[in-house]
């Protein structure tokens, strides 16, 4: 079983930054992908980045390409999401989980999650 736990969410101005981190905590020996995803209100939830806690490759969604930034710190157990220049439609509760599969299959589901924290962008 594996654990995690979302925080750093708030409400922001649009232009603003955020930095969300994700606690991961049990048995995170077969854990590859650690993924993060957002659902806005009345919106399906959309895979937004990943990183290989195996290589420590990262991917995208073209949403965010060029504005956020995930990384671990592997002596903490935690994985980061920083988020520059946010927009209104950023809104939304952010969701960690996690998977043994690679980021490649990330969007397809996991099998882990966090509880989510939310993120409000006002204009």
């Known amino acids: 079983e594996v654990q995690l736990v979302e925080s750093g969410g708030g409400l922001v101005q649009a232009g603003g930054s955020l930095r969300l981190s994700c606690a991961v905590s049990g048995f995170t020996s077969d854990v590859d992908a650690i993924g993060w995803f957002r659902q806005a209100p009345g919106k399906g939830r959309e895979g937004v980045s990943c990183?290989?806690?195996?290589?420590?490759?990262?991917s995208y969604a073209d949403s965010v390409k060029g504005r956020f930034t995930v990384f671990s710190d592997n002596a903490k157990n935690t994985v980061y999401l920083q988020m520059n220049s946010l927009k209104p439609e950023d809104t939304a509760v952010y969701y960690c989980?996690?998977?043994?599969?690679?980021?490649?299959?990330?969007?397809?589901?996991?099998?882990?999650w966090g509880k989510g924290t939310l993120v409000t962008v006002s204009s």
């Open positions: 990183i290989s806690s195996k290589d420590g490759s990262t």
């Open positions: 989980a996690a998977d043994s599969s690679p980021c490649l299959y990330y969007t397809f589901g996991m099998s882990y």
